[in-house]
């Protein structure tokens, strides 16, 4: 258990607020020994950290139970500044022991418990608190917490965490932002009390050095954990980088000084740097203040305090800008705080040079506790850190969805494990623009090398495997070596033999999420089959994580059956009523099955084969029967076989059935193994099983006679039109499908809106444009909105952006093109500029 964490690192030690425990404090009687005195004094001061030993050694002067417990819930109160939760929940269960008398020093241990991940132990004691307080609403929310808290632990989500090694140190560490150029995410900023800090005096709360702004940068080359991958612009969490050695982001003093600086912001260009300084002198905190700088050739420029609205003296920290620089977030305990601290928002009046009265976040994002740490991203979510809405205990990382007018428009969300965990969790950013891929978190959660520590958020990859066991459906077992084929709807294509036991496998390499798979599965003397697959939509709780590559897999079992060409197939469900030879539709349907067959083996002769039951006359049967198959073959015919490869044959009552082995069609179970359906056999048995025998009699099978078929042309069949189906369904299949459509954006509009009134669902949509990844809308952005549309004259002309930072000299010299003949093909990109997403004319 660490010592040294504090909620001042939270708000920088910046928001000054006094808890009701402290102001009673204050209200001291004159008689008390000076050593209570000095206790107190410090505790009022927000000194915990001298605060605790002085308290430790004043309770031995303090009269009476009351006074007694006063101490002890003093002394658990600044254990829990500290973030030293062991020894708060000790000393609130002694201060309850000895008779403190306010039942928060229940609530506030079960709390403790809860920071320790001591979830059912924590459980009982808010259910005793609840006893003691019924009405109270905090009883509750902390229940269903932390039986939340429970789940969500035991279904992790598909982010990793991994602690940044090469960024912490002993201390604190923690507010990551992003620095460099615009487009940069290898140069990071962050708040540390290292010994290194320009302000090396000690702070009274944390024991621990002012803080300062830190500054490292990544080797562009990362240490590769997935295996079976070489290519070297595969995304890597920011902790497989390799990390220089953190320095001062400035050492002249001038941005980092003897006071604390931390929590930061860039406006939009990277130019003018937002921070929070907190200045103490001669023991007195004056409070926090938001400043600005930027650079001046390699020097900082002198920052200078920024006043929000009419109160000049407002403490305010924690800035976040908004990607178009409309919205200033931060975090405040002045102008109409609703809790302890609230996050607001103002922008600024470009007329008068001022930043405007801010707005108070309101109820669906600050509560009657603490929120800090706001910070806007690309995805139109602000995600905050916060101790009043309940989660996993300490300080959870929430979002919540903003609307135009920068204030939320939606419930917030918890971001779950392992982003939040039992201790405090706070400060997650991500990569600018509009993915959530990877980002920073910061948390002092255990197994770190200080008291806050900063940890690389990385959305871990899905990945499948499309596995399986080719089969016999004549003797269930595995097919040696077939040749099992994999076709994609992105347009990917695999093939693989199977082993001597007929297993297969596609592994994460050539299969991807989001895709429609077709499986092909071929063997010499079996039937081609084929089969569907898709990794789209599957829940997170399908898959299973394998720590040792990193990756979530779902892997999909898929065998098939083929059957040997040798054997006749009986259709099921191709039935006649009686006497007729129509085909009632659930025949058809099997019968379309056929055809499956029939295009799955191009080479293949059939003899189509019409059976019935031993009543009613030979002949009669023959004739019967012969129509029955006459009307199977006919049916195929129209639907575009070639009629040359088909042979239809009445067999009437001359063969019938024999139950196979695991037979599993009409009557399962009647019979026996090698049971033979003849006349005399049904004879012997009950009535209702001579009707079940004679239905399976009467049945549709087909038999393939050869499978070296060569086209010719069709022969005509009496009364169907062969030549004129099959040239007609020839004609279709080589008709091209028309142009598809080009929507261009006339101004920037949600891609959920064009896909609605395409009537496409997202995940077409983003398919059709290849994958949208990273993608803002912007006028002047060309999409394809025909599903079925023919975009290959399209794609044949035009090169679609999908790289942040390229230009018109990068994509020339990708295609071996000039840049003057790119730039005569697209002259609107001088007004829009190359942009991802973007779609350059080629040709």
Known sequence: MRNHRLLIAIFLLAIITFPSTAQDAGDQDPKLPKELVKAYDAYEAQEYFYAIELLKDAYSEAKGREEKSKVLF????????????????????KARKVGYED????????????????YEEAITVYQDYKKENPTDAAADLAISSTRQAIEWKSKPSQYQVDNMKDLNSREMDFSVMYGGDRNETDVVYFVSSREESVGNDEDGWIGQSFMDIYVSNAERKGR??????????????????????PVPLDEMGILNTEYHE??????????????????KEDNEKLGCAI???????????????????????????????????????????????????????????????????????????????????????????????????????????FRVSIGEDGMPNGDIENMKFPINTNYDDFHLVWEPGTDTKKGFVS???????????????????????????????????????????????????FEVTADQDGYYIFDDTKVKENVNYKLSFEKK????????????????????????????????????????????????????????????????????????????????????????????????????????ADTTVSYIVSKGINPGRLVARGMGESDPFKIPAAYDGYGKGMFAESDVLTESFIKKQSPEKQEVANQINRRTDFKVLRDDFVPADPVVQEGVSVKDIIAEKRADAQAAPEPGEIYILAKPESFGAIARRYKMNMADFKNLNGGLRGVRPFAGLQVKVEKDGNYEEWDAT?????????????????????????????PEIEEIGVQLGLWVRIK
């Open 262 to 279: 931390g929590t930061a912001t860039f406006d939009s260009r990277k130019k003018e740097l937002y921070f929070t300084r907190c200045i």
């Open 443 to 493: 948390s002092n959660r255990s197994g770190g090398a200080g008291s806050d520590d900063i940890y690389a958020v990385y959305r871990t990859p899905l990945v499948f495997n499309i596995e399986g066991v080719a089969l016999s459906s004549k003797t269930k077992l595995p097919i040696p070596e077939a040749t099992v084929k994999l076709d994609g709807s992105d347009g990917s294509s």
């Open 103 to 118: 039942p928060i020093a229940m609530l506030r241990k079960g709390d403790m418990l809860k920071a320790q991940g001591e």
């Open 525 to 628: 003397k079996f039937l081609s089959n084929t089969g569907d697959i898709s990794t789209i939509g599957f829940e997170l709780d399908a898959f299973e994580y394998v720590p040792s590559a990193s990756y979530f897999i779902k892997r999909i079992k898929f065998n098939k059956e083929l059957d040997p060409i040798e054997d006749p197939i009986v259709l099921p469900n191709v039935f006649f009523d009686l006497g007729k030879w129509d085909l009632r539709p659930e025949a058809m349907q099997a019968l379309d099955s056929v055809i499956a067959i029939l295009n799955n083996n191009p080479t293949i002769v059939i003899e189509m084969r019409s059976h019935t039951d031993y009543r009613d006359s030979d002949e009669r049967n023959i004739k019967l029967s012969q129509k029955r």
């Open 224 to 245: 590769r954990r997935r295996r079976g991958n070489e290519n070297d612009n595969e995304e890597v969490s920011y902790a497989d980088l390799k990390w220089s050695t």
């Open 291 to 397: 400043y600005i700088t930027e650079m001046v050739g390699q020097d900082w420029k002198e920052p200078v305090p920024i006043i929000i609205g009419s109160d000049t003296s407002a403490n305010v920290g924690h800035p976040s800008l908004s990607a178009d620089d409309k919205f200033l977030y931060f975090v405040s305990d002045d102008f109409n705080t609703q809790g302890k601290h609230d996050i607001f928002v103002t922008s600024y009046d470009r007329r008068s040079k001022t930043w405007k009265e801010p707005k108070n976040l309101g109820p669906k994002v600050n509560s009657s506790e603490s929120e800090y740490y706001p910070i806007i991203h690309g995805d139109g979510y602000l995600y905050f850190s916060s101790n009043g809405h309940g989660g996993m205990g300490g300080l959870d990382v």
């Open 74 to 93: 003093l002394t658990a109160e600044s254990y829990r500044m500290l973030n030293d939760y062991k020894n708060a929940e000790t000393n609130y269960e």
């Open 798 to 826: 035009h090169y679609l952006v999908k790289r942040r930072g390229q230009d018109l000299k990068d994509i020339a010299k990708e295609l071996d093109m000039d840049d003057e003949t790119l730039e005569e093909l697209n």
